[in-house]
Structures are given as C-alpha cells and as structure tokens.
Nanobody, 123 residues
Framework: QVQLVESGGGSVEAGGSLRLSCTLSGARPGNRCVAWFRQRPGNEREGVVGIYTRGLIAYLSDSAKGRFTVSQDNASSTVYLQLNGAKPEDTGMYYC?????????????????WGQGTQVTVS
C-alpha cells in the first residue's frame, strides 16, 4: 500500500525558511513523479513543484521560482521542499502526491495517492 507522510510544517515569520519532507513507502521501484501542492482555505489544491525520481524537475510554479527548492533522497524515499523568503501568501496546507511520470502535472486529479498534509503559516 502506497503511503506518503509529510512533515516539517509550522509557523514562520515573513522572510523566514522552512523545510518540508515527504516520505514515501510501499511504492514499486521505478521512475515516478512526486509533487508538492498547496491548498489555501477556500481554494483548490494547486501544484507547486513536481520532481521525477531521476531528479529532473517536471514543473515549478511561478510563485515558487527563485524561492523554493525541491530535492530528494532516493535512499530514504524522501522528497524535500525548501521554502525560503517565505511570504504570507505561502500560507496553506502542503500536500505531496505521487503519480506516474506521464501524469506529472499541476492537476491534482492526476495523483492517485496523497499524504495527510502539513500546515505552513507565514505571518
């Protein structure tokens, strides 16, 4: 059974940094796409960044460019999202999802598996 567990969220002042983690278990070996999504209250889930197992960045949202960095440790099946220069508009629940390489897109419907989310609050 595929499971994703996010951690690392919290409260941070504007301009600060956070590192979110997404640890995957139960997935078959092979190339895949893991993506981070953000959901603000009352809004739909929006794609922030997607990364393939082999390290290629699939996409990066305009709001993340220049401030967010994605990386992964395949040995521990963990994908990290480094938030730098945090802004109040970064506030929301951050989810990671996993899909096939073909499904690696900003559409949340492309992802059959999700974690429970981790809250980020920037003030």
């Amino acid at each position: 059974q595929v499971q994703l567990v996010e951690s690392g969220g919290g409260s941070v002042e504007a301009g600060g940094s956070l590192r979110l983690s997404c640890t995957l278990s139960g997935a078959r070996p092979g190339n895949r796409c893991v993506a981070w999504f953000r959901q603000r209250p009352g809004n739909e889930r929006e794609g922030v960044v997607g990364i393939y197992t082999r390290g290629l960045i699939a996409y990066l949202s305009d709001s993340a460019k220049g401030r967010f960095t994605v990386s992964q440790d395949n040995a521990s099946s963990t994908v990290y999202l480094q938030l730098n220069g945090a802004k109040p508009e970064d506030t929301g629940m951050y989810y990671c999802g996993i899909t096939t390489p073909i499904g690696c897109a900003k559409r949340p419907t492309s992802y059959p598996y999700w974690g429970q989310g981790t809250q980020v609050t920037v003030s």
